[in-house]
């Protein structure tokens, strides 16, 4: 299985149109943004991409829209499990892989229930390893139905497998992102931080990247954390960029992902606010701290400069 590139994986958000159909167009001009920003790779039909609020037809839809759109330039991985196993998993699998994506992404807490333990998951892995024959796959510790955290462990045994290229990592801990890291070094199985506030612990312990919701509001200063940390290393410099980051991403967590779409919408990239996901009204303080969070991607922009794409 081919090695995925280094640096930063967007969890892709999805626009709508007022009427809350997919809006091909503004998806485009949303790639464009991204692939303009400096990414290094694209996970579509993610969490961010509303994923359970889509139909399959949506799904496919939605992703092979992201491949033709990236032409190439960048892989892209999907989701490819929405329950918990037989056959029509495995369709699917096969279906989204036929778009033209370079990974299908399992979701752990999908393939198993709370309480059933890693020897389960395993099973159900290799059920799917023997059903989809030499597609490259990923995992996804996905917070959605519930935060299922793989073992270094199991890590190591997918490592072992050959088949998984790609790990979303959502421990959001620095001990555990190490020892994630080191079970799987010298691998083509790569790990992901989804993290703000570990990216650089994360890195420096050997993740190829980030995927940040954060980076879905701008981009573009976690393009340039990467370049630098992968020329240069941890310098003061970047631990100063990376803690103004880390307080930054506190706000875009909230009223996700209706809140990213506004953030871009702002900075003028021509997609409406729609969401599926049902979200509460802007109270007064909430508006001035996404007021806040503008001006704060304007003032590191300018201290660091980082050209704005849109």
Same mark, same amino acid.
């Given at each position: 299985?081919? &090695?995925?590139?280094?640096? &930063?994986?967007?969890?892709?958000?999805?626009?709508?149109?007022?009427?809350?159909?997919?809006?091909?167009?503004?998806?485009?001009?949303?790639?464009?943004?991204?692939?303009?920003?400096?990414?290094?790779?694209?996970?579509?039909?993610?969490?961010?991409?509303?994923?359970?609020?889509? *139909?399959?037809?949506?799904?496919?839809?939605?992703?092979?829209?992201?491949?033709?759109?990236?032409?190439?330039?960048?892989?892209?991985?999907?989701?490819?499990? /929405?329950?918990?196993?037989?056959?029509?998993?495995?369709? /699917?699998? =096969? =279906?989204?892989?036929?778009?033209? $994506?370079?990974?299908?992404? !399992?979701?752990?807490?999908?393939?198993?229930?709370?309480?059933?333990?890693?020897?389960?998951?395993?099973?159900?892995?290799?059920?799917?390893?023997?059903?989809?024959?030499?597609?490259?796959?990923?995992?996804?510790?996905?917070?959605?139905?519930? =935060?299922?955290?793989?073992?270094?462990?199991?890590?190591?045994?997918?490592?072992? *497998?050959?088949?998984?290229?790609?790990?979303?990592?959502?421990?959001?801990?620095?001990?555990? !992102?190490?020892?994630?890291?080191?079970?799987?070094?010298?691998?083509? /199985?790569?790990?992901?931080?989804?993290?703000?506030?570990?990216?650089?612990?994360?890195?420096?312990?050997?993740?190829?990247?980030?995927?940040? +919701?954060?980076?879905?509001?701008?981009?573009?200063?976690?393009?340039?954390?990467?370049?630098?940390?992968?020329?240069?290393?941890?310098?003061?410099?970047?631990?100063?960029?990376?803690?103004?980051?880390?307080?930054?991403?506190?706000? *875009?967590?909230? /009223?996700?992902?209706?809140?990213?779409?506004?953030?871009?919408?702002?900075?003028?990239?021509?997609?409406?606010?729609?969401?599926?996901?049902? *979200?509460?009204? !802007?109270?007064?303080?909430?508006? $001035?701290?996404?007021?806040?969070?503008?001006?704060?991607? =304007?003032?590191?922009?300018?201290?660091?400069?980082?050209?704005?794409? +849109?």
């Amino acid at each position: 299985m081919s &090695l995925l590139p280094k640096g &930063l994986w967007p969890v892709m958000i999805t626009p709508f149109k007022p009427n809350n159909q997919i809006d091909i167009d503004g998806l485009e001009r949303l790639t464009n943004m991204y692939l303009d920003a400096g990414s290094n790779g694209m996970f579509a039909n993610c969490l961010s991409s509303e994923m359970y609020q889509l *139909t399959t037809d949506e799904r496919l839809l939605l992703t092979s829209s992201v491949v033709k759109f990236c032409d190439g330039k960048v892989p892209v991985v999907a989701t490819g499990t /929405f329950n918990r196993g037989g056959a029509s998993n495995i369709d /699917f699998i =096969k =279906k989204i892989y036929d778009t033209g $994506i370079n990974a299908v992404i !399992l979701i752990t807490s999908m393939l198993v229930e709370p309480d059933e333990n890693d020897d389960v998951l395993k099973s159900r892995l290799e059920d799917i390893m023997n059903a989809t024959e030499n597609i490259p796959l990923g995992v996804y510790e996905c917070p959605v139905p519930y =935060k299922r955290l793989l073992s270094t462990e199991m890590l190591k045994w997918m490592a072992s *497998t050959g088949r998984f290229v790609y790990h979303k990592d959502t421990s959001c801990n620095s001990i555990s !992102l190490e020892r994630k890291s080191n079970a799987i070094k010298d691998t083509n /199985f790569g790990l992901y931080n989804a993290d703000t506030a570990t990216a650089l612990d994360s890195l420096e312990s050997g993740a190829r990247g980030i995927s940040p +919701i954060s980076a879905n509001f701008y981009p573009e200063p976690y393009s340039y954390l990467l370049n630098e940390f992968f020329a240069n290393g941890r310098t003061k410099k970047l631990n100063q960029l990376h803690a103004i980051l880390t307080m930054m991403d506190r706000v *875009t967590h909230t /009223f996700y992902p209706f809140s990213a779409k506004l953030f871009l919408q702002k900075r003028g990239l021509k997609i409406e606010t729609n969401s599926r996901i049902p *979200t509460d009204m !802007l109270t007064n303080v909430d508006t $001035i701290r996404f007021n806040a969070l503008m001006d704060s991607f =304007k003032v590191i922009s300018e201290i660091y400069d980082i050209k704005s794409v +849109i």
